[in-house]
């Protein structure tokens, strides 16, 4: 576009200047007068240098109007057509009716009674900048046809008078070339902003055909591919045979380079298996040094135990031999005892003899003159009375003999029922305390099913996938096992259950040392004392182990492994290497099991199978199950749930009748005690009646004797059993110094039993944790076992591989030999083969098809040629195109950066130039004023002071006087003429409302600004009749005829904007 900057309008001479012409061709229809034998700076594109109308609005000709390249005053009376003049520019121009405030739809333009309205317009059209001169000449005539149902077409012609273009766009684009802006604002700012805007669109969309374009260009390759084969195929049959023989050759040896890479393989597997065989061996090793660590543990703590079991031994017969002294010197204490007490009784019975020989002599020596009948008649009625007195307590003895005995059973059978209902209230309690905990963990399980392996599963699960989380783990550990598995048949999960038992709760580690981190976790939730789940360590493998050379196998019955979904196949080896299950048989019935495997030979691999009861099943053995229902697998919890309740009511009933039994049997035997104790007692008061009965019979019946005996016999007697007595004194005092003896010898042999039984027991004590250090280091050895056994199954399984691989080498080397044979057979030479031999030979097999096709039908080689040259042209057309349009886009992002910024620094150096223009002006009559200009909102506020700009405040333009007003509007005017850059410039009666003096002065600024911007015209509208103007060549007055009569208003009706923008 033709954009020319001016400089301060007071300085014209620093103005840039355009190109200076000649004007003798300024006006060919008698303008030469104006510029004859001057040279002037005149306007050379842009300007109008005519107009006509016709049947517009109420004018049925005006014109041609010739104007000036300079000022242009288009002067008359109201109606006469000067605002026409001005509404046709507009409308002429591409301008909508509403932008005229003339009338809101184009119809209304057209004269009453005519069909339609034309406008012409011409514009110059010279110089460098000029629009198309090779096509439009020195000016562009634009004319318009108005109809009267509001449409409008347009004839672009050149200065020759030949249509160039009827299009609207071909009008924008000449108006945007000549920067013509009556329906933008007054500078360019919001045109800049649109065009950014849209160009910034423009750019987003080109992206998209930029990613359009690769796609079509991804397709037109490939169809350019194909059309170059088809192409190429079409152009040289032998060619394509040549091509044969060479992918012939090719293939030959390619054949041989990938047995070779075969061959490589191989031996890189043979390598890599010989490695891990290696691997396999160091482990191997390994394992045996553990097992051998810990056989070597097992025989010390062993050789422990038999040391301590031989000291024991040892001590056994030195043990036996003081407990026999002790019972033999107890024995000889006992005897000495016996002898002791029976030498006192003696000799208290001769003490007794001798006090009632001494007093029978002195009985004989009183009464041996009295008469004795009577006293003895007395002593024998007394003795008879005593005697049934004997035999009737004697008979009481006897019956209450019999009721102790009677009471004694009594409580005795009670105290056995009491003690058989105690150990049963007991394990009921057990049971109930068990059923309690499980069904408390069934409970939890609901919400968290590993809550059934322990309530410190989850805790301890969560705490694993931290550490693993923290690297602590090689591998994280798998666990708890039963959480792994899933049944296929539910019906079974007892039976499971009992051949996995403990193993249901085990975890793997991948190696000794995660091990070690599961134990230190382990010890955080499981106390000291307390079972903690066991742990097996086992390198994970990705795949579950080939079992079946070893597994069990019956038509009717799973294994354990085949009834069990396992996903981790960790969890499946870890099982096959500690239970064996590939071996185990599932049979439901137990009657079945028992002849599948006792009644007939027990199937191949089957070591061992339980049935649905538990029960497990050997080919000579049979053992019950002590569970009844499962704890771990059970899919039904709900149903689980309400079986333990039962039971637990059951059972808390069960012993609530127990305890009330035991309390009866209890009150049964305080009852009988003590009718046992008053049994007793009597029975002891009747022995001491019996006793003292007996003795007072003894007593009278020693009284009966002869009293004739004579006395010297009895004092004889006396003596002799006081001879005796002395005896018997001598040998019991004999005998209480050998119990003495024997008492200490008794003393000192027991002290000697107690501290070797002592030294036994202590020994006994240290035995004990060694028996259960013994049991331990037996698992461990077990369980090494159980690895070196994984290993050399391994190792044989591995080491099958491998000599499978070598064998399978052996057949690749003599496979090589054969095709490097055939190769030479074909090409002698070897050459180097880049494809594939699968590749090589989809390509042999095209070819062949194609020489094939060409040998049937050949085809129009013409069109074929023709295809190909188009699918390549447009492809590299294409191309060519994005190619382009990328750098375009890279191109425009800079550029916009670019103008966006200098868009900021025109904004501000128009607002600062429009500012300083403002002021300047209004300086002519001393007034002051100022402009507010507010980019972001998009508003212009103006304030004016008339007078001496320091005395007084700014005022709004509403507070000034009507010529006040005027000339501020002028200078606004021209402020905003000074920043535009359209090449005319159109005013319409601006002077109305003035007196003479700012009439004057606006006419004078006006003039002046023409002046100094003389490639612009001014084509200014004003009723005055502009006599008082001086003399210029410069200067054009256009005098409008005045109107008809009648004519002095237009007939306009109002219409909706939809209307206007329909006829448009």
């Known amino acids: 576009m033709a954009k020319r900057k001016e400089e301060n309008f007071s300085s014209p001479k620093n103005a840039k200047r355009p190109r200076q012409e000649e004007l003798e061709d300024f006006d060919k229809d008698g303008d030469e007068d104006e510029c004859k034998g001057t040279t002037l700076t005149a306007a050379e594109v842009g300007i109008i240098e005519s107009i006509h109308l016709k049947n517009f609005m109420c004018h049925s000709m005006l014109g041609p109007f010739k104007f000036g390249s300079n000022v242009n005053f288009v002067v008359g009376n109201n109606g006469s057509g000067k605002s026409a003049v001005l509404t046709a520019l507009i409308v002429g121009l591409g301008g909508r009716a509403v932008a005229t405030n003339r009338g809101s739809s184009l119809k209304g333009f057209v004269k009453d009674g005519q069909n339609s309205a034309d406008i012409s317009i011409t514009l110059r059209n010279r110089g460098d900048d000029a629009f198309k001169a090779s096509v439009y000449g020195n000016s562009i005539l634009i004319q318009q046809h108005i109809s009267i149902d509001g449409s409008r077409s347009y004839k672009l012609k050149s200065a020759t008078g030949s249509v160039v273009s009827t299009r609207k766009e071909e009008l924008i684009a000449i108006l945007d070339h000549f920067n013509i802006q009556f329906f933008m604002k007054a500078t360019q700012l919001e045109q800049m902003k649109e065009d950014y805007s849209y160009i910034m669109e423009t750019k987003e969309r080109t992206k998209e055909q930029i990613h359009q374009g690769e796609e079509r260009l991804t397709e037109l390759k490939r169809q350019c591919v194909e059309k170059e084969e088809r192409f190429q195929s079409i152009a040289g049959l032998s060619t394509m045979k040549t091509n044969l023989e060479s992918l012939k050759h090719e293939m030959a040896w390619a054949v041989v380079n990938e047995i070779e890479k075969q061959l490589n393989a191989i031996r890189d597997n043979i390598k890599i298996g010989e490695d891990r065989a290696a691997r396999l061996d160091r482990k191997m090793e390994e394992q045996q040094v553990r097992l051998n660590e810990a056989e070597q543990k097992y025989k010390d703590i062993q050789d422990k135990l038999e040391k301590i079991s031989e000291e024991t031994n040892a001590r056994a017969p030195e043990c036996m031999a003081l407990k026999a002294d002790v019972v033999a010197k107890k024995r000889a204490y006992n005897e000495a005892e ?42 024998q009625k007394k003795i008879s009375w005593l005697k049934e007195r004997v035999k009737a307590f004697q008979n009481q003895e006897n019956s209450v003999n019999q009721e102790i ?26 049971a109930l305390s068990y059923n309690q905990r499980q069904l408390k963990e069934l409970k939890d399980s609901k919400t968290d099913r590993l809550k059934r392996f322990g309530p410190n599963v989850p805790a301890l699960l969560e705490a694993i996938d931290d550490a693993y989380r923290q690297g602590h783990f090689t591998y994280k550990p798998v666990g708890p096992l039963g959480a792994c598995i899933h049944l296929r048949d539910p019906e079974l999960a007892l039976a499971i259950e009992s051949c996995l038992k403990g193993l249901l709760q085990a975890y793997c580690c991948h190696n000794h040392a995660d091990e070690r981190v599961l134990q230190a976790l382990m010890k955080r939730f499981y106390l000291p004392g307390t079972s903690r789940p066991p742990i097996i360590v086992s390198e994970f493998r990705n795949e579950i182990y080939d079992v079946r050379h070893r597994a069990a196998y019956h038509p009717d019955f799973p294994t354990v492994l085949t009834a069990l979904e396992i996903d981790n196949a960790v969890v499946a080896n870890s099982l096959i290497d500690m239970r064996g299950i590939e071996t185990v048989l599932l049979i439901k019935n137990n009657s079945v099991a028992r002849a599948v495997m006792q009644s007939q030979k027990p199937p191949k691999n089957c070591r061992e199978a339980f049935t649905a009861d538990g029960d497990q099943v050997f080919a000579g053995r049979y053992y019950s199950s002590e569970n009844t229902r499962p704890k771990f697998l059970s899919r039904d919890v709900d149903s689980e749930i309400s079986d333990l309740e039962n039971e637990v009511e059951n059972k808390t009933a069960q012993i609530l009748n127990l305890q009330q039994h035991l309390s009866a049997l209890e009150k049964d035997i305080k009852h009988n005690e003590e009718l046992l104790k008053r049994c007793q007692l009597h029975y002891k008061e009747l022995k001491m009646k019996i006793r003292k009965n007996i003795s007072e019979i003894r007593e009278l019946e020693n009284i009966e004797e002869h009293q004739s005996v004579d006395i010297a016999t009895l004092e004889d007697e006396a003596q002799e059993n006081k001879s005796k007595m002395k005896m018997v004194e001598e040998h019991m005092e004999q005998q209480k110094e050998n119990m003495e003896h024997l008492k200490s010898l008794k003393i000192e042999a027991e002290n000697k039993y107690d501290a070797i039984k002592f030294k036994i027991n202590q020994l006994s004590e240290l035995a004990d944790p060694l028996k259960d250090e013994l049991n331990l280091a037996d698992s461990e050895v077990d369980n090494q076992k159980r ?12 080491l099958d591989t491998l000599n499978k691989k070598k064998r399978e080498l052996d057949m690749k080397e003599k496979e090589l030999e054969e095709k490097m044979s055939q190769a030479r057979q074909i090409c002698p030479e070897r050459i180097e083969v880049e494809k594939s031999a699968s590749i090589l030979d989809k390509e042999i097999n095209r070819l062949r098809q194609k020489i094939q096709a060409e040998h049937a039908s050949h085809g129009d080689r013409e069109e074929i040629m023709r295809q190909y040259q188009e699918a390549r042209e447009t ?25 966006f910024k200098t868009y900021q620094q025109f904004r501000r150096c128009l607002t600062l130039r429009c500012k300083l223009y403002f002021d300047n002006l209004l300086s002519q009559r001393a007034y002051c004023g100022k402009m507010n200009f507010d980019h972001k909102n998009e508003t212009l506020s103006i304030s004016v002071q008339p007078g001496e700009g320091n005395k007084a405040a700014f005022n709004d333009m509403r507070a000034l006087s009507g010529g006040e007003r005027s000339f501020s509007t002028v200078c606004f005017i021209l402020s905003l003429w000074s920043i535009a850059e359209s090449p005319f410039r159109c005013l319409d009666e601006f002077d109305v409302y003035m007196d003479m003096v700012n009439r004057r002065i606006a006419m004078d600024l006006i003039l002046k600004m023409a002046d100094s911007q003389r490639f612009r015209q001014f084509i200014l509208l004003t009723p005055q009749s502009m006599s008082s103007l001086p003399s210029s060549k410069l200067i054009r007055i256009l005098r409008m005829s005045d109107p008809e009569r009648g004519q002095t208003t237009l007939p306009f009706r109002p219409v909706t904007q939809e209307e206007d923008d329909d006829q448009r």
């Open 787 to 798: 690895g070196k056994r994984h290993y050399e199954e391994k190792q044989k399984e591995h």
């Open 875 to 899: 492809y590299l057309d294409l191309d060519s195109k994005v190619r382009t349009l990328k750098k375009f886009i890279k191109l425009l992002g800079e550029i916009m950066e670019h103008r």
């Open 338 to 379: 016996v002898l002791y007490n029976r030498s006192l009784n003696e000799y208290k019975a001769l003490k007794k003899d001798d006090e009632q020989l001494c007093k029978r002599i002195e009985e004989l020596k009183k009464s041996t003159d009295q008469s004795l009948e009577p006293e003895r008649l007395e002593r």
């Open 405 to 430: 005995e009677q009471f004694q059973q009594a409580i005795e059978k009670d105290k056995e029922e009491h003690g058989k209902i105690k150990r049963e209230e007991l394990d009921v309690k057990h």
